[in-house]
């Protein structure tokens, strides 16, 4: 049983990343600017995980790394407990990183010319994995039907074409935090089966549902059919907060897929380091209390930034379910560039161009409450001196 979250863990406590090489804090190195952009939380890892790590060091060799079979235990075990997936040990593939995972898929499945669907907004590697792999790239936006984002099921259905083989989801969908339903799913990968589509399910944030009445369905869960036609692609490296460590894999059923999917990895890809396994098999294995304690600071984070958006002029989002990424209209400010603006008002957010859809920032709330409270009120008063705004 999960012990109670507050009392436990101090999300609350600013750990200082400033000089530490850190991809976020170093991008405004000796700018007084607020990082909320990048995907990664500013609170340590795990105290389980952490002192395993250094337990490793203590040993003090490095050498080679193979996958621990306590790992490879660990994720089923988490598969099966939190998502309800019967995973066979050898449908798992390691990868040091995600990103490679998007773009080993799109070599793995079709042929150069080639098309891949996506939807957007996308995360950015969406946009860019199918053409690095001289793949077509097709995108269709999701819709906005008054309080979510959706699938466009007809814009979907015309942008397949005959070269068509493959559809890139993510699920819950990173930038705009749905987690989407078993309804929607089951509509999309109907689709993927009837036009012969390889799904590649990239689930990374599956963690990370804030809210109670929500959970995450994977999408081989559905049935066997599609579950022979899914890549899905997950790490622990967003719930746990362990980008850096580089330890990611795929599940894929199917022998003929996971056979294209390993040559394409053939002689490029390297070996997952040996503390990024040490990590992922600490986080799954001993961290559940952790997660959930911060699921409960995340949800009162993403309240926060509600709250702040809802009650500016000029801002909406719809409800964020999952992640701890918000994604924040900014088409009715008469701004021409609301990541300029707000860097200049001191606060750094992603830009929406990158994802795809233009006059949107993203903001990541991953990061002590204070920190947070202090970028909302950068950006609410910046917005109150500007003219015809308030
Ligand atoms: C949807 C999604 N996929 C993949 C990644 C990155 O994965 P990795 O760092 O393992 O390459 C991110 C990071 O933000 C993400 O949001």
């Known amino acids: 049983m999960a012990k109670h979250p507050e009392t436990l863990y101090d999300f609350d406590t600013p750990v200082e990343r400033r000089n530490t090489t850190s991809l976020k804090w170093d991008k405004y190195k000796d700018k007084d600017i607020i990082p909320l952009w990048v995907a990664d939380m500013d609170f340590k890892a795990p ?29 089923m075990c988490m598969l099966e407990r939190t998502h309800a997936w019967t995973v066979k040990p050898e449908w798992v593939v390691w990868l040091p990183g995600l990103v490679s ?7 793995a499945v079709g042929a150069p010319g080639d098309a891949v ?57 990173n930038p705009t935090g749905r987690v989407f339903t078993r309804d929607e799913l089951s509509r999309l990968a109907q689709i993927c089966i009837r036009n012969n589509i390889i799904i590649c399910s990239d689930e990374i944030h599956c963690g990370l549902v804030l809210d109670h009445d929500k959970g995450h369905i994977t999408l081989s869960t559905l049935d066997e059919d599609i579950a022979r036609q899914t890549i899905t692609l ?15 894999y795929a599940v894929i059923p199917d022998k003929g897929l996971r056979a294209h999917f ?19 098999l600490f986080a799954y294995r001993d961290c559940e209390d952790w997660r959930l304690a911060l699921i409960d600071y995340l949800r009162q984070n993403r309240d926060l930034v509600e709250d702040f958006v809802a009650n500016t002029p000029g801002l909406s989002m719809h409800h964020t379910e999952a992640t701890y990424l918000a994604w924040i209209d900014c088409r009715n400010l008469d701004v021409p560039n609301p ?13 929406g161009i990158d994802f795809g859809t233009q006059g949107f920032v993203r903001l990541n709330f991953g990061c002590a409450r204070s920190l947070l409270v202090k970028a909302l009120g950068r950006m609410g008063d910046a917005l109150a001196r500007y003219p015809g705004l308030s």
């Open 234 to 248: 997950l790490a622990p490296s967003k719930t746990y907060n362990l980008p850096g460590l580089g330890c990611s």
């Open 101 to 107: 995972g998007l773009n080993i898929a799109c070599r």
């Open 339 to 351: 990541t300029a603006f707000f860097e200049d008002a001191g606060v750094g957010l992603s830009d």
């Open 47 to 75: 105290p389980a995980v952490i002192s395993a790590m250094h337990a490793h060091v203590a040993h003090g060799v490095f050498g080679y790394t193979l996958p621990p079979d306590d790992l490879l235990e660990a994720v």
């Open 117 to 173: 669907i996506t939807t957007t907004p996308a995360y950015p590697p969406f946009l860019s994995a199918p053409t690095f792999s001289q793949r077509t790239l097709f995108t269709v936006a999701h819709v906005d039907n008054g309080s979510k984002y959706i699938f466009d099921f007809a814009g979907i259905e015309q942008s397949i074409t005959a070269r068509t083989r493959m559809f890139i989801l993510c699920n819950p969908q």
């Open 262 to 280: 390993k040559t394409a990895m053939n002689g490029i890809v390297p070996h997952v380091n040996a503390l990024g396994f040490t990590a992922a």
